[in-house]
């Protein structure tokens, strides 16, 4: 049975995708099955492994109808590492407007997922920055959120906003809950920063994992050459970052 898991927060820019994709693939390098599904119309989990937005078959199509197939693609990195990614494309906010007047809209995705829960050992789901439908269906189906969040003041609003989410969607899915909140492109140097380090890590406690990814130019290159960190030259600091995050990761889910 897999450990479903969404990276959410409705404020973009926060690492979202970043941490979908490296939590992802050190999960795979440690040999688990990981199947990865990009659950925003802007498609950017996709294209962080290679993949074209274009696709004809997406996850759009998928949500569009309960009969069609969840399309998986299996990449194998450089690095010999293995993950499956259910790719988005454009068509996905069309399709997200669509459901709106559609009985059981928040269920679709759950519905997909169950057929697979056999297949794999971890599905990460990548969500949009919103906390609209898109991102209700990828709680409904998860057993847990991982929340990637900026050490920025204006950041603690969204965390207390989506808590907000998390409990109205408690009704259609009792079991979940929040699996660790993980400070992203986080620079020490900054007063500001270290200050909010101290006041989430006081607000929330052991919910806020231990491992904080650093601002990483590195990082960000892997993604925009479509590769994961494992695959990328001069990212060994970045490697064993998100392999300490990993590891908090199994221990809690």
Same mark, same amino acid.
Request: proline residues 3%.
């Given at each position: 049975m897999a +450990?479903?898991?969404?990276?959410?927060?409705? =404020?973009?820019?926060?690492g979202k995708?970043?941490?979908?994709a490296?939590?992802g693939?050190?999960?795979a390098?440690?040999g !688990?099955?990981?199947l $990865?599904v990009?659950?925003?119309?802007?498609a950017?989990?996709?294209?962080a492994f290679?993949?074209?937005?274009g $696709?004809?078959?997406?996850?759009?199509t998928?949500?569009? +109808?309960r =009969?069609a197939s969840?399309?998986i /693609?299996?990449i194998?990195?450089?690095?010999g590492? #293995?993950v499956?990614?259910?790719?988005s494309?454009?068509? /996905?906010?069309a399709v997200?407007s669509?459901?709106?007047n =559609?009985l059981?809209?928040?269920m679709?995705?759950r519905?997909? @997922?169950?057929r697979?829960d056999?297949?794999y050992?971890?599905?990460l789901?990548?969500?949009?920055p919103s906390?609209? /439908? @898109?991102? %209700?269906n990828a709680?409904?189906?998860?057993d847990?959120?991982?929340?990637p969040?900026?050490?920025? !003041? !204006? +950041?603690m609003q969204?965390?207390d906003? $989506? *808590?907000e989410?998390?409990?109205e969607? @408690?009704?259609?899915?009792? =079991? $979940?809950?929040?699996l660790?909140?993980?400070l992203? *492109?986080?620079d020490r140097?900054l007063?500001e920063e270290t200050t909010?380090?101290?006041f989430?890590?006081? #607000?929330?406690?052991?919910?806020?994992f &231990?491992?904080e990814?650093?601002t990483?130019s590195?990082?960000l290159?892997?993604s925009?050459?479509g590769?994961? %960190?494992?695959a990328?030259?001069?990212?060994q *600091?970045?490697?064993k970052i998100y &392999?300490? /995050?990993v590891e &908090?990761?199994?221990?809690?889910?």
């Open positions: +450990s479903i898991i969404a990276i959410a927060n409705q =404020k973009g820019g926060v995708t970043t941490t979908t490296n939590l693939t050190g999960l390098r440690r !688990f099955r990981v $990865l990009d659950l925003d119309p802007q950017n989990l996709t294209a290679g993949l074209e937005r $696709l004809e078959e997406s996850i759009a998928s949500l569009a +109808s =009969k969840v399309p /693609l299996r194998e990195d450089s690095a590492i #293995t499956d990614v259910v790719p494309s454009l068509d /996905l906010a997200e669509a459901l709106v =559609k059981g809209r928040e679709r995705l519905e997909h @997922l169950r697979l056999d297949q050992d971890y599905m789901i990548d969500t949009p906390l609209g /439908l @898109l991102t %209700i709680m409904v189906a998860a847990w959120v991982v929340v969040t900026e050490a920025r !003041f !204006f +950041s969204g965390l906003m $989506l *808590k989410s998390i409990n969607v @408690l009704y259609m899915n009792p =079991k $979940l809950r929040i660790g909140i993980v992203s *492109k986080y140097r007063r909010v380090n101290e989430l890590r006081s #607000t929330w406690g052991d919910r806020v &231990e491992t990814v650093p990483n590195k990082i290159e892997a925009s050459a590769v994961s %960190i494992y990328y030259k001069g990212t *600091k970045a490697m &392999e300490d /995050l &908090e990761v199994v221990a809690r889910a």
